[in-house]
């Protein structure tokens, strides 16, 4: 019996134990919680840092900010992606300033107010809404492709302005040093480079200008050829090269039996959709058409490319080194 009593004896102490490890482990289980907590905290100030920064970034704002300067365009989608693309970019690679908007084109400023609602500052009513609202630092960067007469107006009228600002720099157009040109072709020979064969011609199609700066497209073909880019053409609607220019080029080559047209434009908008892409008879596309090519237009304006819009960003960073500290 008293073996018996012993046995049972041993069994409640071992059951005891079990039931006391069964404990212990619930207790190991605890730390994890604490381990939530811990990130959970760690998430809080991770808020609390950003919610600092966009405080920041906004008390910073205040007495700076960057004007985007566009001809402007009354096609809105376009607009978006290439306009409204450059700005986001340098708004984004310049978080603490903030960005505005103004069009050169009064006549595009009339349309969009009369046909969306859509109220967008002229340079002047720009200039003068910074002013009005304390800006005394301006940084303006125009969309321009070179400095001609639009580039010139603009840092004329920018000049009348000096004395309402401690300080108020302009930036460059996009093709304006040896490296823009470099970059530019980059951009747009990655871009199409899916097109290119021995019997594709890439025709690019400029605005083209009276002022001397007219050149840079002349410059752009020269450096595209010495690059070995042979099969790209550059052409301009109001200027030189002309497009009978570039049907006598693609005449000569011989070699053509398609021809991709693009408009070397920062927006897509009527000359990229009429003059180039029109069904018009004197549209390049058809012009083109009827000399035995096969045509197909790509409807892009160079603000859809990141690249160039990279280029833009990296002016405003020039113009900003320009700055008086």
């Known amino acids: ?28 289980a605890e730390p994890a919680s604490a381990e939530e907590n811990k990130e959970t905290q760690e998430e809080q100030s991770e808020a609390d840092k950003e919610d600092e920064m ?13 004007l985007v300067v566009s001809f402007g365009t009354s096609y809105n989608e ?13 708004a984004e690679a310049f978080p603490k300033y903030e960005v505005r908007r103004a069009f050169t084109s009064q006549i595009i400023i009339d349309k969009l107010k009369e046909r969306d609602g859509l ?46 600002f401690d300080q108020i720099v302009l930036g460059a157009p996009l093709l304006t040093s040896d490296e823009d040109f470099n970059q530019v072709i980059a951009a747009i020979t990655d871009a199409t480079a ?66 991709v047209l693009e408009p070397l434009m920062v927006v897509a908008g009527d000359h990229a959709n009429n003059d180039m892409a029109g069904e018009e008879e004197d549209s390049w596309k058809s012009v083109l058409t009827a000399d035995g090519y096969e045509v197909e237009c790509l409807i892009h304006g160079l603000g859809e490319n990141e690249a160039i819009r990279d280029i833009y960003v990296s002016h405003v960073q020039a113009a900003m080194g320009n700055m008086t500290k």
């Open 194 to 259: 899916d097109y290119v064969d021995d019997e594709t011609a890439i025709v690019f199609m400029g605005h083209g200008t009276e002022a001397d700066s007219n050149e840079v497209y002349e410059k752009l073909q020269e450096k595209l050829t010495a690059a070995g880019f042979s099969d790209y053409y550059i052409g301009t609607v109001e200027a030189s090269p002309s497009l009978e220019d570039i049907r006598a080029s693609l005449k000569e080559a011989g070699c053509y039996k398609k021809v």
């Open 119 to 164: 109220e967008i500052d002229n340079v002047q009513e720009a200039l003068d809404r910074a002013v009005a609202d304390g800006i005394r630092t301006l940084i303006v960067q125009p969309t321009h492709l070179m400095d001609g007469y639009e580039y010139t107006d603009l840092a004329e009228e920018l000049e009348e302005y000096e004395s309402s």
């Open 1 to 28: 019996m008293k073996r018996k009593v012993s046995a049972w004896l041993m069994a409640f102490a071992v059951l005891a134990l079990c039931l006391t490890g069964c404990g212990s482990r619930t207790e190991e």
């Open 54 to 66: 966009t405080s920041e970034t906004a008390e910073k704002s205040k007495d700076t900010a960057i």
């Open 78 to 90: 376009s607009r978006d992606i290439t306009i409204g693309a450059i700005e986001e970019a340098i």
